[in-house]
């Protein structure tokens, strides 16, 4: 079993930054691939960014590359997603996902979820 608690979620004007982080516990946390995935009102839960176990080869929606980083410190049981240039789109609420089962884009495919932060952008 794996718990994640989600955190660093606010309100930010556009063009600033916020860190999210997601705290796991449990022993096997740097053997599951992590994700971020987002939810506005009224629409999906969409994909933003996954990184590997191991924390190499992140991925991430089009939606928000060249503006997001996903990191993970396996000694910390932490994954955090760094939003920089951020957008009134990007409002929604942020929630960390893991995987056992390698990165993927699928929310499906994640089978543990935090509690969700809300970001909120201004414009």
């Known amino acids: 079993q794996v718990q994640l608690v989600d955190s660093g979620g606010g309100l930010v004007q556009a063009g600033g930054s916020l860190r999210l982080s997601c705290a796991a516990s449990?022993?096997?946390?740097?053997?599951?691939?992590m994700g971020w995935f987002r939810q506005a009102p009224g629409k999906e839960r969409e994909f933003v960014a996954a990184?590997?176990?191991?924390?190499?080869?992140?991925i991430y929606a089009d939606s928000v590359k060249g503006r997001f980083t996903i990191s993970r410190d396996n000694a910390k049981n932490t994954v955090y997603l760094q939003m920089n240039s951020l957008k009134p789109e990007d409002t929604a609420v942020y929630y960390c996902?893991?995987?056992?089962?390698?990165?993927?884009?699928?929310?499906?495919?994640?089978?543990?979820w935090g509690q969700g932060t809300q970001v909120t952008v201004s414009s």
């Open positions: 996902a893991c995987t056992p089962r390698g990165i993927s884009t699928s929310r499906y495919e994640y089978g543990y």
């Open positions: 449990g022993r096997t946390f740097s053997s599951y691939a």
């Open positions: 990184i590997s176990w191991s924390g190499g080869n992140p």
